[in-house]
Nanobody, 119 residues
Framework: QVQLVESGGGLVQAGGSLRLSCAAS????????MGWFRQVPGKEREFVAW????????YYADSVKGRFTISRDNAKNTVYLQMNSLKPEDTAVYYC????????????WGQGAQVTVSA
């Protein structure tokens, strides 16, 4: 079992930056791929970014490519999402997720962190 706790959300003006953190506990994060997703009320949860267990590969949704950066520190059991050039359409609840390297399903989720971008 892996427990995930997000932090770093908040209110920011358009064009600003925020960094989300996700702390993992219960098991070493180094055996999991880690991802970020987001959801707005009335819409399905959507993929934002994910990072290989070793940090050697990263993947992004087209909507955030070039603006967001996912990274991880396995020694600290923490994954980050640096969000720059934020837009009002980035407003959502952001969720951290973990996926075992031998599975194709995101098994563990955090409780979410609200990010609000004002115009």
């Amino acid at each position: 079992q892996v427990q995930l706790v997000e932090s770093g959300g908040g209110l920011v003006q358009a064009g600003g930056s925020l960094r989300l953190s996700c702390a993992a506990s219960g098991r070493s994060m180094s055996t999991y791929h880690m991802g970020w997703f987001r959801q707005v009320p009335g819409k399905e949860r959507e993929f934002v970014a994910w990072i290989w267990w070793s940090g050697s590969s990263t993947y992004y949704a087209d909507s955030v490519k070039g603006r967001f950066t996912i990274s991880r520190d396995n020694a600290k059991n923490t994954v980050y999402l640096q969000m720059n050039s934020l837009k009002p359409e980035d407003t959502a609840v952001y969720y951290c997720a973990a996926r075992s390297t031998d599975r194709n399903k995101w098994d563990y989720w955090g409780q979410g962190a609200q990010v609000t971008v004002s115009a």
